[in-house]
């Protein structure tokens, strides 16, 4: 398959755009042009079917610019600049969808959003929601709030994170490079590219270091195909230099594939069926049982018991009737709430708790059977 088609194929796409594309308009400022001709490419992409989701660098150089403030290393002068940045950052990609009737939405993530399981949870629901109203969310560190040591460092490896988060099909990486080459091209004009990257070791080992506007490379680049590719995400790396990044793409421009490993449903249920220590387990009766295999979602109305103490998003076990462990998954609900609902119908969640919260205790896209 091409990389053309394969954009084309794409149901799920994640478009990262770093500070060097972004950047570069009259006196410093946003390329308007350039950005409106994305948004045309990816208001394309949604008209044939996918859902996208935009990973943009930007806020920081924007806010300097703005703010009269000079290059410097202080974290103060950075998250100031990430603060003023940031309102110019989403009027420019406001601006570059209104004109095909596409809102967006700002995002900002810090570490731990994606690393700490309820967070995410939280970042994945709401991106989901976005999507589903025919948004698109722009996400971006929040680098006002961000320190040195929680923090991403590169929009590169938070884009990987975010296809990892939301399932993604498809990352594509826009640089200011056409993809990996065997040495700089730059300084070796007679470098080979390289269409397929097959060993990643390999391809690092040909990178060079981070340069230009933006604080990644290509170094960065690969390690989020890393991520990406565990995660069952294929990334494409390609040049975003041009107006039409997209267009040009699927027409056949040359771009540096890492291929996924599975597939993303794949890969995050084999990360719950792998977990090593559930924090609970619930009990579930016959009915429960049955459901679960014919692949519906955990209800409190099926469930028996509540066993241990644990938070909403983490691993749950799911016990038969007679003990056997038949699922794992993630729980929606933390012990307290969860003992609150036990046996109970959806429709009576709101009155038991006080507040609305999920119809299931254990959605279906989060559990993972173990026995058939």
């Not at 990352?171 to 091209?185: E, F, K, N, Q, R």
Request: hydrophobic share 45%.
């Amino acid at each position: 398959m091409s990389h053309g088609a394969r954009l084309a194929k794409a149901r799920r796409i994640v478009v990262k755009v770093g500070s060097s594309l972004l950047i570069g308009g009259e006196g410093g400022g946003a390329r308007t042009s350039w950005l409106a001709s994305l948004a045309e490419d990816i208001a394309d992409l949604r008209k044939g079917g996918a859902s996208v989701i935009l990973v943009s660098s930007g806020a920081v150089a924007l806010g300097r610019r703005h703010l009269g403030l000079r290059p410097s290393p202080r974290l103060d002068h950075k998250q100031a600049a990430a603060a003023a940045g940031q309102t110019l950052l989403m009027q420019a990609w406001e601006a570059a969808f209104a004109p095909h009737g596409v809102p967006t939405a700002q995002l900002l993530l810090t570490f731990e959003d994606t690393e700490r399981r309820r967070r995410w949870l939280n970042a994945r629901a709401t991106i989901d929601v976005l999507l589903g109203q025919g948004a698109i969310p722009v996400i971006n560190e929040n680098d006002s709030v961000a320190t040195d040591e929680l923090r991403y460092g590169d929009n590169d490896r938070l884009s990987a994170r975010v296809a990892q988060m939301v399932k993604a099909d498809l990352l594509v990486l826009l640089s200011d490079v056409d993809g990996l080459h065997t040495a700089d091209p730059a300084r070796q004009p007679g470098a080979a590219f390289v269409a397929n990257v097959e060993d990643l070791d390999a391809a690092e080992a040909m990178a060079g270091p981070a340069s230009g506007v933006g604080s990644g490379g290509m170094r960065s680049k690969l390690a989020a195909a890393r991520i990406a590719s565990g995660a069952g995400c294929a990334t494409l790396i390609a040049s975003g230099r041009e107006d039409h990044p997209l267009a040009a793409l699927r027409a056949g421009a040359r771009a540096t594939l890492v291929a996924a490993k599975g597939s993303p449903a794949s890969a995050y249920k084999q990360w719950i069926a792998g977990t090593l220590k559930t924090a609970g387990t619930v009990t579930v009766d016959a009915g429960a049982v049955r459901a679960l295999f014919d692949g519906r979602s955990l209800l409190p109305a099926g469930v028996t018991a509540v066993a241990g103490e644990f938070e909403r998003g983490v691993c749950l076990s799911v016990r038969g009737p007679d003990g056997t462990e038949l699922a794992r998954g993630i729980s929606t609900y933390n012990s307290d709430e969860a003992r609150a609902i036990v046996g109970q119908p959806s429709s009576r969640i709101e009155a038991l708790l006080g507040y609305g919260g999920p119809d299931a205790l254990i959605h279906r896209d989060d559990l993972v059977m173990l026995a058939r």
